[in-house]
T-cell receptor
Framework: AQSVAQPEDQVNVAEGNPLTVKCTYS??????LFWYVQYPNRGLQFLLK??????LVKGSYGFEAEFNKSQTSFHLKKPSALVSDSALYFC??????????FGAGTTVTVRA | DAGVTQSPTHLIKTRGQQVTLRCSPK?????VSWYQQALGQGPQFIFQ???????QRGNFPDRFSGHQFPNYSSELNVNALLLGDSALYLC???????????FGPGTRLTVL
């Protein structure tokens, strides 16, 4: 069975400070990892993915994520957070099938 | 280029009734996946459709069924509604089953 853990329900940072949202995963075989963001009353928006190759993945809106195989982690990062980054963030994993499994989500609040 | 669209936006039903939700994939996409997102939780995979057939199913009862049409659009049907079926139902489309999925805004189902 595959699963995702997002250990922090909430992350609070000041605008301009670095932002990190943590994610660890469990899956059989090679992991395919994704980050999505959800704004209120909206669907999920794709941010970035890791399939293979470079462990540092760059995505939309200045976000990046680092894949760490030994720690089974895929943390989302942004060097300088904006108030507009305040939203609900989901990490997701897929193994060698079609099912995408999501974490419970982390609410990010960026204060001005 | 239209993204993923879903209808209706909101729906209120009573226990025991049946409901049909609709989804049109992003242009060029041939695969549709459905998810249930309960309040405060991450999306849960219901099933995926490709070439008009259910390709993989998550841990949902047979009351949940679907269909994919030749134009790749899809329907989710839920029979014998329970209070616990109240949730946001998300449709996602992709090109093939392994690429990143793009989500629609969702249908909010309330079962009274």
């Amino acid at each position: 069975a595959q699963s995702v853990a997002q250990p922090e329900d909430q992350v609070n940072v000041a605008e301009g400070n670095p932002l990190t949202v943590k994610c660890t995963y469990s899956v059989s075989g090679n992991p395919y990892l994704f980050w999505y963001v959800q704004y209120p009353n909206r669907g999920l928006q794709f941010l970035l993915k890791y399939i293979t190759g470079d462990n540092l993945v760059k995505g939309s809106y200045g976000f990046e994520a680092e894949f760490n195989k030994s720690q089974t982690s895929f943390h989302l990062k942004k060097p300088s957070a904006l108030v507009s980054d305040s939203a609900l963030y989901f990490c997701a994993v897929r193994g060698n099938d079609y099912k995408l499994s999501f974490g419970a989500g982390t609410t990010v609040t960026v204060r001005a | 280029d239209a993204g993923v669209t879903q209808s209706p936006t909101h729906l209120i039903k009573t226990r025991g009734q049946q409901v049909t939700l609709r989804c049109s994939p992003k242009s060029g996409h041939d695969t549709v996946s459905w998810y249930q997102q309960a309040l405060g939780q991450g999306p849960q995979f219901i099933f995926q459709y490709y070439e008009e057939e259910e390709r993989q199913r998550g841990n949902f009862p047979d009351r949940f069924s679907g269909h994919q049409f030749p134009n790749y659009s899809s329907e989710l049907n839920v029979n014998a509604l329970l209070l616990g079926d109240s949730a946001l139902y998300l449709c996602a489309s992709s090109l093939g089953g392994f690429n990143e999925q793009f989500f629609g805004p969702g249908t909010r189902l309330t079962v009274l």
